[in-house]
């Protein structure tokens, strides 16, 4: 059957980090531009978040999944009820009412659920500190007030209080959403359980969503976690950790022992943070290496010397902001003596605009106040290196913690963003 020809959205605008375009997103990492799609839930469900607005019409988008041999590609998408008249509208998108008519039809799947969350309740009355549980009746169909009811909350004399989850296939985005921050709110860890993954094949968007919010692990209730559970009397699980497009094979990890970060959604370990600051550190470190052989005469390899000297200025201004000041760019005793010699000379007028922004988004943004300040604004040339120039690409794909907006906010959102590129 042929289908239609759809348009897409081509750009979004997205507060505080300016326009995407389909490309743009498509080009993301999958946990980058996944982070976005839940932020940008998290928003329309009236929560801190991040507000996406199409740039043909104004309306507020989102960010859907769309399989493409096999892989999930992310697309802007306007909600429903948007302007039909937009050149990128492309129709109505069905609602999650529809949808989870469609999904809840058949009662089985509750039966199901029933069970698991019985059977969660009885191990974690096993645990010495159980004080009280209790267990939600389950009606998704009719459940209106999201989050007021978890599938099994728990007390725990010493612990506190915590909430489980089932993610059963295809829950909603926006459910998700709800639910974690109604707990991140309430200060109340919550646990999602995920009922039928199967890591040896592409595992569905709505668990991938769930895997995301827990940082790239995966929490199963198997048949070896219930029998680790009764033996150890807490509650044990098995973790699947992402390994690329993949997971690593599960590990029996008590729940006691998770991390509980600001967004109340514990881990086992990180799967998202420090692999992407790995996979940073990496692209500079060769850079490091030149820079500090660098004699500061003639051009380094693959640059011409102008660039060679932002970038030298650059790395020193990072070092600095590190608490690690070091001068990669000429024989002066400190940056802003270098700094300020090379603006003098006209060296940089063309940069202004770029190391403006650097400097802005470091623990240096003092500097802004101060001789380096006015030396930016004065020897500005109206040429300037623009976001799309080759400098400024090359800098912010080695420096994305201070220039890659994206990655900032991606950051930030997980408490990770590097003290030096935290301006005071
Ligand atoms: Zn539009």
């Known amino acids: ?64 999944t769309a ?53 969660v309740a009885a191990l974690v009355a096993l645990d010495p500190r159980y004080v009280r549980h209790t267990m939600a009746e389950y009606l998704p169909p009719t459940e209106t007030a999201h989050g007021r009811f978890p599938d099994v909350y728990v007390e725990w004399e010493g612990f506190g209080t915590f909430a489980v989850e089932f993610q059963m296939s295809g829950t909603f985005q926006t459910e998700i959403s709800a639910r974690c921050k109604h707990y991140e709110r309430e200060g109340v ?25 827990h940082r790239g692990n995966a929490f199963v209730l198997d048949p070896p976690a219930v029998s ?19 997971f690593d094979p599960p590990q029996l990890v008590r729940f006691d022992e998770l991390i509980i970060p600001r967004s109340k959604l514990p881990y086992h370990e990180d799967r998202i943070v420090a ?34 000297l932002l970038m030298a200025a650059a790395f020193s201004i990072v070092a600095a902001a ?16 270098m700094l300020n010699t090379y603006l003098h000379a006209g060296t940089f007028g063309g940069y202004t605009d770029l190391l403006t922004r650097l400097i ?5 943004a003092g500097l802004l106040n101060a001789r380096v ?15 799309r120039s080759q400098e400024w690409l090359m800098l912010r794909h080695l420096l994305p913690e201070a220039l890659d907006p994206v990655v900032r906010e991606e950051l930030r959102y997980l408490d990770a963003l590097p003290a030096w590129a935290s301006p005071k």
């Open 1 to 64: 059957m042929a289908r239609k020809p759809q348009r897409i959205v081509e750009a979004a605008l997205i507060e505080g980090i300016g326009p995407v375009t389909a490309q743009d997103l498509v080009a993301m990492p999958e946990d980058t531009w996944g982070l976005l799609r839940d932020r940008i839930t998290d928003r329309r469900q009236g929560n801190d978040g991040l507000l996406a607005k199409c740039l043909a019409c104004d309306s507020h988008v989102y960010i859907k």
């Open 67 to 119: 399989r493409r041999r096999g892989v999930s590609l992310p697309l802007f998408a306007h909600y429903s009820g948007s302007d039909p008249r937009c050149p990128w509208h492309h129709g109505r998108n069905a609602t999650p009412d529809d949808v989870r008519a469609a999904q809840y039809g058949g009662r089985q799947e509750s039966d199901f659920h029933r069970l698991m969350c019985e059977q």
């Open 189 to 213: 860890p919550l646990l999602w359980i995920l009922f039928g993954i199967d890591t040896k094949v592409q595992v569905q968007q709505s668990f991938l969503d769930v895997i995301r919010r």
């Open 228 to 246: 680790a559970s009764k033996k150890q009397h807490t509650l044990v699980l098995s973790c699947y950790l992402r390994n690329g497009d993949g």
């Open 275 to 308: 692999p992407l600051l790995a996979d940073i550190e990496q692209r500079r470190r060769p850079w490091f290496n030149s820079l500090a052989k660098w004699d500061h005469e003639g051009p380094l390899p693959g640059l011409d010397r102008p660039q060679s």
């Open 322 to 337: 590190n608490g690690k000041e070091r001068n990669y760019a000429s024989a002066h005793p400190n940056i802003r003596a």
């Open 360 to 364: 802005a988004n470091t623990t240096m």
């Open 373 to 387: 300040g006015e030396h930016l604004r004065r020897y500005r040339s109206d040429v300037q290196a623009d976001e």
